[in-house]
C-alpha cells in the first residue's frame, strides 16, 4: 500500500521569503502522479501544483516549484516571495495512475503541513 | 465552469440518525470522490463513482454509502451516526477518474451530538 509522509506539522515563513515543506511517499509503482493541495480557512482545498512520475523535469506554477527525486521518494514544495495569502494547511498527494479497480479517483493524503506566514 | 459544489454546508445530528449530503461536479466531469477529513485521521478516501457506479471504495463501514445520479450529481449517506462520524466531508470531481486532476467542493462540516 502507497503512503504519504509530512513530517513537518507546522512551518512558517516571513513574508517575501521562500520556504520549503517536505513530503516522502512509499510505493512500488512506477507510474503515479503527485500533488501539493493548499486548504485555506474556508475548508476549501486547492490545487497548488501537479507532477507527473515519469517526467523528469520539476513542475513551476508562478511563485510554486517542486522538487521531484523519484529514487528519494521525495516530492518538496518551493515558495517563493511568500505572500500572506499563501497562510494555510497543505497536503502531498499521491495518485497511482494503475487502472486497477483499487486505484480509481482515489488520492492518498499526507497529515498536512500548516503554513504560517508573517508580515 | 462553475467549480464542484457540495450542500448543506453545515450540518447538525444527533447519534443514531442518518444524514445525507449531496455533490455536484464541475459540469461534463463523471468521476466523483468523497473524502473525510478529520483532526485524528487526515483526510481519508471514502468511495468514487463514475456512471452511477462504485468504482471504488476505503475502508469505512457499511454505514457509509452512496449514488450517483445519470447527470453525475452525487450523494452519500451514513446512517445510524456516531459522535466519531463528526468531520468535513469532501467531495472531488474529475473527468474520467483515471489520470486527470481532481477538483475539490467547499465540503459539508458534519456535527454529531
Known amino acids: 500500500a502507497q503512503t504519504v509522509t509530512q513530517s513537518q506539522p507546522e512551518m512558517s515563513v516571513q513574508e517575501a521569503e521562500t520556504v520549503t515543506l517536505s513530503c516522502t511517499y512509499d510505493?512500488?509503482?512506477?507510474?503515479?502522479?503527485l500533488f501539493w493541495y493548499k486548504q485555506p480557512p474556508s475548508r476549501q482545498m486547492i490545487l497548488v501544483i501537479r507532477?507527473?512520475?515519469?517526467?523528469?523535469q520539476n513542475a513551476t506554477e508562478n511563485r510554486f516549484s517542486v522538487n521531484f527525486q523519484k529514487a528519494a521518494k521525495s516530492f518538496s514544495l518551493k515558495i517563493s516571495d511568500s505572500q500572506l495569502g499563501d497562510a494555510a494547511m497543505y497536503f502531498c498527494a499521491y495518485r497511482s495512475a494503475s487502472h486497477g479497480s483499487g486505484n480509481t479517483g482515489k488520492l492518498i493524503f499526507g497529515q498536512g503541513t500548516t503554513l504560517q506566514v508573517k508580515p | 465552469k462553475a467549480g464542484v459544489t457540495q450542500t448543506p454546508r453545515y450540518l447538525i445530528k444527533t447519534r443514531g440518525q442518518q444524514v445525507t449530503l449531496s455533490c455536484s461536479p464541475i459540469s461534463g466531469h463523471r468521476s466523483v470522490s468523497w473524502y473525510q477529513q478529520t483532526p485524528g485521521q487526515g483526510l481519508q478516501f471514502l468511495f468514487e463513482y463514475f456512471s452511477e457506479t462504485q468504482r471504488n471504495k476505503g475502508n469505512f463501514p457499511g454505514r457509509f454509502s452512496g449514488r450517483q445520479f445519470s447527470n453525475s450529481r452525487s450523494e452519500m449517506n451514513v446512517s445510524t451516526l456516531e459522535l466519531g462520524d463528526s468531520a468535513l466531508y469532501l467531495c472531488?470531481?474529475?473527468?474520467?477518474?483515471?489520470?486527470?486532476?481532481?477538483?475539490f467542493g467547499p465540503g459539508t462540516r458534519l456535527l454529531v451530538l
Open positions: 507532477q507527473e512520475a515519469y517526467k523528469q
Open positions: 510505493t512500488s509503482e512506477s507510474d503515479y502522479y
Open positions: 472531488a470531481s474529475s473527468l474520467i477518474g483515471g489520470r486527470e486532476t481532481q477538483y
